[in-house]
């Protein structure tokens, strides 16, 4: 097909951060880009997902550090501070709206076309739009991220799902939390630090089950600590309301739990690839309808890529941004090997404390190295928490495999370690030995330094 017949050189299905970066990179390096999105600007991660996230964590946070500074001898009044909600969604919701603009002012200066609508595949270089106008471009990006899901139990409907929990504007009195990962975790962290009582049902034995065992006992016991009751190995059967109207869940066995005044879904998240003519051209997809690409982000139909939530890759935006930076490179920017390397991506879960992980587990570590593996630990209470007396513990943890000791994983729990493990992650990308730590004078008093003082 000759270039004549195409209105643009990329078109990119799904504004969110992978998206937008797809689209970015592609219009710096020259290219004709058309990018079509429904909602907000910038996808889950701007507006139900990261930011608003993390806006609610650091109020979490701030209502944890006024319990310790009275338990330190500040005046705090009679009343403990409460969070005036309304006031602090205006204050979040300024802050996306400045995301949102500075967008908009990139996507114009840049040239790209944005198009408020959801584009369906009608062959491998043409979508057609929901307002009827069909696109044309040699290269077609599939950025559509996903959505979360809900239990199939009777009376789901009755709960909130992750993106509901962004509608609240106070904290229930009682809250249950249904699922084990990242958004079970940190919902309950956030709630239970702005008043609510908070209960995490669990269906199996552990929660994150992808961090190292160790860490996520510890943070289980750090969340006891702080008020909040896992329940494990709780099969849900269903959600029912009682006599008050409250929510009621009851499990396998028969026995109910509550009455709760919210339960919230983190059940996970399904990729947003259905009703966008995928399976029509024969794209290849999993059971669960992420989109199958390589690691050149290819789908199974030349021309057509992915990237991001609606791909089985880790579902981390930052992911889905570097994915994406690196295949526009690709195509392009002359970079024919341009590829992203999935090893060795850090993570951080914000939990109260925050965990964190990067590389290997210790279980990981031995499935692959066996008894080459040495494991070094630090547990201690941060100084903050241990002035004012607070049960809350940190724990550090090195995993080393080979004689040279080379650092395979790292694994930290406690305050600050969202911070800390950014730039030990570079240091593990190009090739960190327990000696190098070891060789590092310690800055002290800080956590950070039980990295470079372990024995």
Not at 80 to 104: E, K, M
Not at 108 to 127: M, Y
Not at 212 to 231: A, N, P, S, Y
Request: aromatic share 6%.
């Amino acid at each position: 097909m000759s270039r004549a017949r195409h209105d643009f050189d990329l078109i990119v299905l799904g504004a969110g951060s992978g998206g937008l970066a797809a689209a970015f990179r592609a219009a710096h390096h020259g290219a004709r880009v058309a990018l079509l999105g429904e909602g907000p600007l910038g996808g889950t991660c701007v507006n139900v997902g990261c930011v608003p996230k993390k806006a609610m964590w650091l109020a979490a946070d701030l209502a944890h550090r006024m319990q310790l500074a009275q338990a330190l001898g500040f005046d705090m009044g009679t009343t403990a501070p409460a969070l005036d909600w309304p006031a602090f969604i205006a204050h979040r919701q300024r802050y996306i709206g400045n995301i949102h603009a500075s967008y908009q002012q990139r996507l114009d200066a840049a040239g790209i076309a944005l198009l408020p609508h959801r584009g369906r595949l009608l062959a491998p270089d043409s979508v057609e739009c929901s307002n009827g106008v069909r696109l044309h471009a040699p290269s077609i990006l599939v950025a559509t991220g996903g959505r979360p899901q809900r239990p199939s139990i009777p009376g789901a409907e009755r709960g909130i799902d992750s993106d509901g929990f962004f509608h609240l504007n106070a904290a229930p009195a009682r809250v249950a939390i249904v699922g084990a990962g990242y958004i079970a975790v940190e919902l309950a962290g956030v709630l239970q630090a702005l008043g609510s009582q908070v209960d995490i049902f669990v269906r199996r034995r552990r929660l994150l089950d992808s961090f190292d065992e160790d860490l996520t006992t510890q943070l289980v016991e750090d969340q006891r600590q702080h008020g909040i009751h896992t329940r494990f190995d709780s099969n849900l059967q269903s959600l029912h309301a009682d006599a008050s109207g409250r929510h009621v869940l009851r499990d396998a066995t028969g026995h109910d739990s509550g009455p709760f005044d919210a339960v919230i879904f983190a059940t996970g998240r399904k990729p947003a690839s259905d009703g966008i003519g995928l399976e029509a051209l024969g794209v290849a997809m999993d059971p669960r309808g992420h989109v199958l690409v390589d690691a050149f982000q290819r789908t199974s139909v030349a021309g057509i890529h992915a990237v991001g939530d609606v791909t089985p890759a880790v579902a981390l935006t930052p992911v889905a941004i570097a994915a994406a930076r690196r295949l526009m490179d690709r195509l392009f920017g002359g970079q024919a090997d341009a590829k992203l390397d999935y090893d060795g991506i850090a993570t951080v879960v914000f939990t109260h404390p925050p965990i964190g992980k990067l590389g290997l587990t210790e279980a990981q570590a031995r499935l692959r190295h066996g008894d080459a593996v040495r494991v070094y630990r630090a547990g201690f209470r941060p100084m903050l928490h241990a002035l004012a007396d607070s049960p809350q513990r940190s724990l550090f943890k090195l995993v080393c495999a080979g004689e040279d000791e080379r650092v395979v994983g790292i694994h930290l729990l406690g305050e600050g370690v969202d911070e800390i493990l950014q730039g030990f992650a570079v240091a593990m990308k190009r090739g960190l030995h327990k000696r190098d730590l070891d060789d590092t004078v310690a800055i002290h008093p800080t956590s950070a330094e039980e990295l470079v003082l372990m024995r």
